[in-house]
Structures are given as structure tokens and as C-alpha cells.
């Protein structure tokens, strides 16, 4: 950034108070709260490339990316242009248009699913994937009401998927694969329907399909976490998850973090998975509201208005979202090489946190897969919700402070994804690590 931050949160704070007295927490999505970390949340003025400047013009190195969405940067001139252009023609029309088509053509060519619908967000995209599986697997069984997910796994706010999204309380009911809300208004009922295993254990996931198989429509996963901070599936968990097909459930690949993030495929692509349905969100719709989901033409032909399971939207397919979505989608396809410099960069980064802790003298475990990082603050490797859980988060809040107080805007939480962008460069590598170094010294002051 060009612009040194100096400590002035004046106008963010004044914001922040206005904000809590008509928007609870004065947030309109929990973690932009700072709760986890302290300190006064960052009113976002404007974003441009790599950065983002605050409402007192402060400007940061950005590495949240609207929490994925941006993949090509901040005020992509496509990206912009596209959305202007179709301003011009109205905001919103309730009927089909020509962009629906084309980005539906272009998705489903990029990821190989046959049919695709659109909807608003990441949350409707599964919220109505699962109700497809129901309705499809039913249509043959009707027993089959109940769904896995993975414990620590995060698939959007729908009430079936609030259900063992990260408490470290491991109960023997959620061993034997029943599962509480983890939110206050999902009632126990609504849980119960949803089973809980944990993410890498094929043995665990082998078990349950054993026990109750005949009973599940749908396995839910995120292909590579990014919600529990970064988590990389090995490849005997990813056999296991293949192997619910064979009892009759259908498996759901999550991608809405991932999707065109880890590759043009997504971690599909990139990890070779053959999902039945796939969700996806955020890069889809290159920073405007959009969520989607997709597979075999046999399963989506069960969707309204020919099939019997409903599912509907007032701006889906919205026009300024479609044209957003397709500029993206498009540079990505243009300049796929893209995915390799975000590989580069964000491994370079990973490397450098890693011989940093190291020198300062902190425990620090670093998972990276394309241009997903999480720094977890302890000693050991994670692959699970309980091993991340370990992390120390105090120390991890003291990091966050010292870089941002630094310019550079880390994900406030310690169990989330970075994201890095088309527009980092490697002098923000550097301006990063240099940032890094003394947040490191700060993090160890008790
Ligand atoms: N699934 C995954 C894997 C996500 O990361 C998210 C959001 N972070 C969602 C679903 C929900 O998407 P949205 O916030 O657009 O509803």
C-alpha cells in the first residue's frame, strides 16, 4: 500500500457505535465484528486491486477478498465495466435473460456438471442441494431423510446445517453420529436429522454409511476446509466419501469457497472428486450476491418447475449479478495460468510465517493449498476441528492487531481462510512478511 496506516480509528469507531445502536452487534455478518480479536472492526470505504482504505483513509493490504469472492482483485475494470453495462439495461426483471444462459453454459462446460440453477448466496445453494437429495434419493426410499456433514465443516446458516459446526464439546451422542444445534432456534428435532462425523476419518465415515446407510440422502463436505481455518483432506478420506455412492446417498461437494478458487474445476479439479451435486457461492458471482448448484442433468430435472422438489428465487439469475459473475469467470478462463501465481505466492507466504514463528521462537503450523492459508498458532499438524481447535487464540489476536496496525488486514479469526488475489504482488509478499516479523516479536508479549 502506498499509504502507511497510522492508528487513527476515529471515523471506523463512530460508525461502529452508530452501527450497534440499529444493527445488532453492528455487523451484518458476525465476524466483521472483531469479536474474537478486539479492537475496533474497519468501516471499508473503498477497494481497489489488492487493497482496501477505511472510512479515516487508512489503506491496508487486503487478504480476506471479500472472504473469497475476489479473486481477481478489488475493482476489476472487467468486472466493473460488466456490471455497469448491465445497469444500464435495469436491475432486475423476475423473467429469464440472456446472461442466465450464458453463465449456466459457461459453468457447466468449466466444471462438467450438465445442469446448473442459480440462486443468491452459498446458504441457499446447499440449503436447497440437500433438499434436491431428499427428494431425489426419496423418490426411490423414503426413509431417507437424514444427511451427514463433518464436524467443524461450515455450510451456510440453513437451520439443518447449524448443527456441530465447532463446539469442542465431543458428547458420546456425537460420537455415535447424533448431533446438536450449535444456535440458539434450531430446535433439537431439526438436528437430529442431521449426522455429524468428523472430517479425515474414514474409518469413522465407513462406520456410520455401515450402520445407517440405507437411511442418509446426502454426504456434505467442503472438498478442502476452509471454515475451521484450513484443513486438506487426505487422500484415504476422500476414497471413503466416494464409497456413500455405493449406499445409495448422494455426495455433495461444497464448493462454494472453493469453486474456481483452487482451480478452474475447483477442488474437484484439482483433487479429482466425482460429486453427484455441487454447491457453489462467492466467485461465482464475482463479488455480487450469488449462489448456485449443479450436477447431473437425471438430478437437477427434479427441481421446479419439472420436477417436484421447489426451490425458487426473486432476484435469482439477477442480471448485475450474471454479468459479474460471467466478467469473472471469463478473465479466469482467459488467464488460467493465474492459478499458478496464486500458488506461487501464497506457498512463498505460507514458507515465509513458517521460518518467521520459527526464528521468533512461536509455535506455528501452516496449511496452504493454492491461495488458501491458515497460520494456526500451535505446535503439531491439523487436519481435524479438534486439532485446530488447540490453537492459541490469544496469541493469535495479538498477531492480528500488530499486522494490521501494520497495514496489512489478515482474516480476523483464527479459523479462517486467507485469500489471496490476482492483484498481490511480490512486493506485498515482502510488505507482508516484513509485517509478520515484528507481529511475531508482539504476539509473544504477554
Ligand atoms: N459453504 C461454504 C463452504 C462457505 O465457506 C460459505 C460461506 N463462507 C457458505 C457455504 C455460505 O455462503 P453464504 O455466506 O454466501 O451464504
Redesign the pocket.
Known sequence: PDQAPGTSTARSEALFQRAQRVIPGGVN?PVRAFKSVGGTPRFIASANGATLTDADGQTYLDYIGS??PMILGHNHPAVREAIVEAAQSGTSFGAPSEREVLLAELVTRLTGTEKVRFVS??????MSALRLARGFTGHSSPERKYTVKFRG?????ADALLVEAGSGLMTNAAALGQAAPSSAGVPPEYAALTLVADYNDPAGLDRLIQERGHEIAAVIF?PV???AGVLIPSAEFLAALHRVKAAGALLIA?????GFRLSLRGASGLLNLEPDLT?W??IIGGGL?V?AYGGRAEIMDFVSPIGPVYQAGTLSGNPLAMAAGLATLRELERDPDIYTRLERYTAALGEGLTSLAAEAGLPLTVNQIGSMLTAFFLEGEVHDYGQAARADTAAFGRWFQALLGAGVYWAPSQFESIFVSGAHREVDLDFTLTAAKQAFSAAKER
Open positions: 455478518s472472504w473469497g448466496s452459498g446458504t441457499e445453494a446447499t465443516n461450515y455450510h451456510g446458516h467442503e476446509v476452509g471454515n461444497d464448493e462454494v469457497m472453493t454447491c457461492g462467492k450476491p449462489g
